[in-house]
């Protein structure tokens, strides 16, 4: 059974920082690729950063030089590291692993950036 779980979501002042986590199991993360996407009330989801598993990134433009994503194929954990954090940055965040047709979503967590 393929599970991903988040991790490291909460309220936090504008220009603060958070780093989520998402732990995987049930799948080979060595070869997937890994992502976080984010969806805000009445938007529709969007991407946030992608890693492959040769560790190439690709970010939204609107966190370009704000967040970083990062692995540990060992821990079998992906990272979101989100500094300068906005109020436009308030929205539920999902893990996604994704490998040819293979395409796995965890529950998500809520990131709430507000004074």
């Known amino acids: 059974q393929v599970q991903l779980v988040e991790s490291g979501g909460g309220l936090v002042q504008p220009g603060g920082s958070l780093r989520l986590s998402c732990t995987t199991s049930g799948i080979f993360f060595n070869i997937y690729v890994m992502g976080w996407y984010r969806q805000a009330p009445g938007k529709q989801r969007e991407l946030v950063a992608t890693?492959?598993?040769?560790?190439?990134?690709n970010y939204a433009d609107s966190v370009k030089g704000r967040f970083t994503i990062s692995r540990n194929n060992a821990k079998n954990t992906v990272y979101l590291q989100m500094n300068s954090l906005k109020p436009e940055d308030t929205a539920v965040y999902f893990c996604n692993s994704r490998l040819d047709s293979y395409d796995y979503w965890g529950q998500g967590t809520q990131v709430t950036v507000s004074s």
């Open positions: 890693i492959t598993n040769g560790r190439s990134t």
